[in-house]
Every structure is written in C-alpha cells, then in structure tokens.
T-cell receptor
Framework: LAKTTQPISMDSYEGQEVNITCSHN???????ITWYQQFPSQGPRFIIQ???TKVTNEVASLFIPADRKSSTLSLPRVSLSDTAVYYC?????????????FGAGTTVTVRA | ETGVTQSPTHLIKTRGQQVTLRCSSQ?????VSWYQQALGQGPQFIFQ???????GRGNFPPRFSGLQFPNYSSELNVNALELDDSALYLC?????????????????FGSGTRLTVV
C-alpha cells in the first residue's frame, strides 16, 4: 500500500476553514484517496473519497491535483465537535483484498 | 441499517488467558476486517475475511486468529494474552460491489472492544 504523510497536528478556531494536506508520492493508478475521522474511544468514520480533481459532500471537500501525489481535505467552518484525528489513506477499493493502512493521522483541535 | 456492533465493549483479562471478541457486520456486508489500536496510535490491520475466507493478514503472530460466519458475523480470537495486547480492537465491514460509486465508499467501523490485559 502506498504510504501517506500528513501533519501530526493542527489547531483552529470555530468558524474557520481547516485544510489538511496529505502526501502520497507513490500512489498507484487504481488507488483512490480516502479520509476517515476518529473521535476518542470510537471507530473511524468515513468522510470522503476521491480519485481526481474535486469531490464535495455535506461534510467536506477533497482536492486532488492532476499528478495525484497529494490531496487536501477541506473542512468548512469547523465547530468544536470537529475536534478529532483525521486519517488519509490510499488504496484500490475495487480490489477484494482492499485493506486500510492507517498512519498516525492529524489531530485537529478546534478552540472556541 | 444497523451498523457494525461489537461485543463486549470492555474486557479485562489476565496475561496468558485467551479472549474472543465478536462483531456483527452491517447488513449486506460481505467483507470484515479487524484492527488493533494502541493508545495514541492509528489502527493497525490484523486480518480480513471475504465471504468466510481470510484474504489478507497484517504483521500479527498466529495467536491472533479469526472466523467469519455465513451470516457475515465475525470473531477475533487471541491466545496467550500478553500485556502489549491491551488496546482497542476495531471491526470494520463493507460490501464489495465491483465498482466505486456513491454506495461503495469504504469501511464502516464499530465502536470497538477495549481490552485490558493485566
């Protein structure tokens, strides 16, 4: 599985936009980029997934440049409840042996 | 949808004992994975089952074993418990549909079982 690199931590304030960039220089042709969110003592929760360009849902946006060697998760107007660990993963979700390889993630702390 | 449920939620075992953790996959999901998450770290892949057969294993010793049943529920068994086995154990499931679309995002996780080995 391609390795990903993301910042260890980020601080923000309520109402601001938070952008977390993830590097995945060795991403394979069939790999998608997926982001999960995890609160303490809970399992990770799927946020968003994309292959190229831009994907947006009700929670976040995912920006992927043409070379796909990096991606940016954008959380608009964060609130205190967005304080969590965010994981960036790459892999081929079509494959029946698709598994998730988590790194340390980015701890996002939102302050009032 | 009932989501992924795990039992028990908390467990305390003594070193050397054996433990069985259980997972009920989300309805319709045919793939289940198990992860170990130590405090302050990301989840580490243990193994995965697809239609009752193991189709992937992480860097865990053979004393970590599992089963997936015809109804796609699953068990994780750990023998000869060690203190370092203390962790949150997560089960995740998904439905492999063969194409990536709105309904094939990825894995749905349970809330985990907190295992403490003393």
């Amino acid at each position: 599985l391609a390795k990903t690199t993301q910042p260890i931590s980020m601080d923000s304030y309520e109402g601001q936009e938070v952008n977390i960039t993830c590097s995945h220089n060795n991403i394979a042709t069939n790999d998608y980029i997926t982001w999960y969110q995890q609160f303490p003592s809970q399992g990770p929760r799927f946020i968003i997934q994309g292959y190229k360009t831009k994907v947006t849902n009700e929670v976040a946006s995912l920006f992927i440049p043409a070379d796909r060697k990096s991606s940016t998760l954008s959380l608009p107007r964060v609130s205190l409840s967005d304080t969590a660990v965010y994981y960036c993963l790459v892999g081929d979700p079509i494959s029946n042996d698709y598994k998730l390889s988590f790194g340390a993630g980015t701890t996002v702390t939102v302050r009032a | 949808e009932t989501g992924v449920t795990q039992s028990p939620t908390h467990l305390i075992k003594t070193r050397g004992q054996q433990v069985t953790l259980r997972c009920s996959s989300q309805s319709g999901h045919n793939t289940v994975s198990w992860y170990q998450q130590a405090l302050g770290q990301g989840p580490q892949f243990i193994f995965q089952y697809y239609r009752e057969e193991e189709n992937g294993r992480g860097n865990f010793p053979p004393r970590f074993s599992g089963l997936q049943f015809p109804n796609y529920s699953s068990e994780l068994n750990v023998n000869a418990l060690e203190l370092d086995d203390s962790a949150l154990y997560l089960c995740a499931s998904r439905q492999l549909t063969g194409s990536v679309g709105e309904d094939n995002y990825g894995y749905t996780f349970g809330s985990g079982t907190r295992l403490t080995v003393v």
